[in-house]
Nanobody, 121 residues
Framework: QVQLVESGGGKVQPGGSLRLSCAAS????????MAWHRQAPGKEREQVAY???????DYLDSVKGRFTISRDNAKNTMYLQMNSLKPEDTAVYYC???????????????WGRGTQVTVSS
């Protein structure tokens, strides 16, 4: 059984910062790509950023230069450092990971339950 648990969400003023964490636990042999997604009220879910096992990254255009994705492979944990936050960043943020529970390298797609980020004065 694999679980992803997000933490670090909250309410912050425009221009502020938050750091989200996503910890994977359970039966894990390897973790390939990890990603952050978000869904604002009334909008479709969108991918914010992803990071490969080797550390390659990519970002949604609207967050480039403000958000930084990283991971600690030894801790099976991914982070999202969010700076210069804007009201339009308000959303529930979800983590996703492609995990091989066993040495057969078969990957499964796992999602966390989400953490709320609210940017408001």
């Amino acid at each position: 059984q694999v679980q992803l648990v997000e933490s670090g969400g909250g309410k912050v003023q425009p221009g502020g910062s938050l750091r989200l964490s996503c910890a994977a636990s359970g039966t894990i042999f390897g973790i390939n790509i990890m990603a952050w997604h978000r869904q604002a009220p009334g909008k479709e879910r969108e991918q914010v950023a992803y990071i490969t096992s080797g550390g390659s990254t990519d970002y949604l255009d609207s967050v480039k230069g403000r958000f930084t994705i990283s991971r600690d492979n030894a801790k099976n944990t991914m982070y999202l450092q969010m700076n210069s936050l804007k009201p339009e960043d308000t959303a529930v943020y979800y983590c996703q990971a492609f995990i091989s529970p066993y040495s057969d390298f078969r990957e499964h797609d796992y999602w966390g339950r989400g953490t709320q980020v609210t940017v408001s004065s």
